[in-house]
């Protein structure tokens, strides 16, 4: 079974900054995409960025120029750097990993418990 575990959400203030980090445990072939989704009160949960293991990107245009998603593939954790936060930041945090277990078998998605940024004066 695969674990990820979310650390990092905090109350900033409107201009500020935060770091997410994700880690996932467990025993697996390879985790091919780390990304992280958001979703905020009454809204559905929408991608902010991905990354691959080979580390090209995506990201969700709401927080492009903004926020800046890395992975270390050796300690299989990916990070989220998010500068000029404003209130529409404010969500729950999910980090997502496709996983997969063995290297014949299709990757499988997996999700954090989230953590909660809150961007306010």
Request: with cysteine; hydrophobic share 30%; proline share 4%.
């Amino acid at each position: 079974q695969v674990q990820l575990a979310e650390s990092g959400g905090d109350l900033v203030r409107p201009g500020g900054s935060l770091r997410l980090s994700c880690a996932a445990s467990g025993t697996f072939y390879q985790i091919t995409i780390m990304g992280w989704y958001r979703q905020a009160p009454g809204k559905q949960r929408d991608l902010v960025a991905m990354i691959t293991s080979d580390g090209s990107t995506n990201y969700g245009d709401a927080v492009k120029g903004r926020f800046t998603i890395s992975r270390d593939n050796a300690k299989n954790t990916v990070s989220l750097e998010m500068n000029s936060l404003n209130p529409e930041d404010t969500a729950v945090y999910y980090c997502r990993a496709h996983v997969q277990s063995t290297p014949d078998i299709l990757p499988s998605v997996y999700w954090g418990q989230g953590t909660q940024v809150t961007v306010s004066s």
